[in-house]
């Protein structure tokens, strides 16, 4: 699938009946909004984790997709703003989803959600089982 043709908007705030935006955040914390296929990621800068998310989803066309592990960094935001494998290596720390992954995966913009979905700073951290 050509990325070009379902360039990343973000999650819709008229996807329901009524507005659902993300949250905002008065403290003067450095923050990135990161819009992909479906699902919008507001990006802690200091922490480089997740702070909040928004996505649609549609129940009747979601896809099926290989989960896979094909974890990497988003190319639009700094490294240094971003966990990377380092992260959760050797610890209790696990790479969490605060949107099932295969939420934002559904309709024509399937494979590009999927693809997006699997970057690094779109996770949260979360305590691993042991």
């Known amino acids: 699938m050509n990325g070009a043709v379902f360039p990343p908007a973000g999650h819709k705030t008229e996807f329901l009946q009524f507005p659902l935006t993300l949250p905002a955040f008065t403290d003067g914390a450095p923050m990135r909004a990161l819009p992909c296929t479906q699902l919008t990621v507001l990006l802690g800068s200091l922490r480089a984790l ?3 998310t928004g996505g649609n989803s549609n129940g009747d066309q979601l ?3 290989d989960q896979g ?3 990497h ?3 639009g935001v700094p490294a240094d703003e ?3 494998e380092a992260t959760y290596a050797r610890n209790d720390l696990d790479r ?3 949107v099932r992954r ?3 995966v559904w309709g024509d913009a399937d494979a590009l959600a999927q693809v997006a979905n699997a970057h690094y700073p779109k996770r ?7």
């Open 82 to 84: 971003q966990t990377k």
């Open 102 to 104: 295969q939420h934002p």
């Open 124 to 130: 949260g951290g979360k305590l691993g089982a042991t």
């Open 96 to 98: 969490g989803h605060l």
């Open 69 to 71: 592990n094909n974890w």
């Open 63 to 65: 896809v099926d997709v």
């Open 50 to 52: 997740v702070i909040a």
């Open 73 to 75: 960094l988003d190319p």
